[in-house]
Nanobody, 124 residues
Framework: EVQLQASGGGLVQAGERLRLSCQIS????????ASWWRQAPGQEREIVAW????????HYGDSVKGRFTIHSENAENMVYLDMNSLKPEDTAVYYC?????????????????WGQGTLVTVSS
């Protein structure tokens, strides 16, 4: 059974940093893509960052480019999201998700496994 467990959310002040972690287990193979999404109250879920585990290719949402970094520790089946220079508008529930067929597509429908969310709150 594939499981994704997100952690690391919390309350921080604007300008501070935070690291989110996602433990991924149960995949019978390593060729999948992992990602972070977020959803603020009343808004649609949007992609934050994506990584292909096999070659480290990444993709970022426009609003976080230059501030957030996604990376994976394949030996530990962990995916991290380092968030720097946090802004109040980054406040949201953050989810990790995996695309088991590594489609290279960033749309929400391409991700077939999801973890529970972790809340990030950035105060001004």
């Amino acid at each position: 059974e594939v499981q994704l467990q997100a952690s690391g959310g919390g309350l921080v002040q604007a300008g501070e940093r935070l690291r989110l972690s996602c433990q991924i287990s149960g995949f019978p193979f390593d060729d999948y893509a992992a990602s972070w999404w977020r959803q603020a109250p009343g808004q649609e879920r949007e992609i934050v960052a994506w990584i292909r585990r096999t070659d480290g290719s990444t993709h970022y949402g426009d609003s976080v480019k230059g501030r957030f970094t996604i990376h994976s520790e394949n030996a530990e089946n962990m995916v991290y999201l380092d968030m720097n220079s946090l802004k109040p508008e980054d406040t949201a529930v953050y989810y990790c998700a995996a695309d088991s067929v590594n489609s290279g597509i960033y749309d929400i429908w391409a991700f077939d496994y999801w973890g529970q969310g972790t809340l990030v709150t950035v105060s001004s």
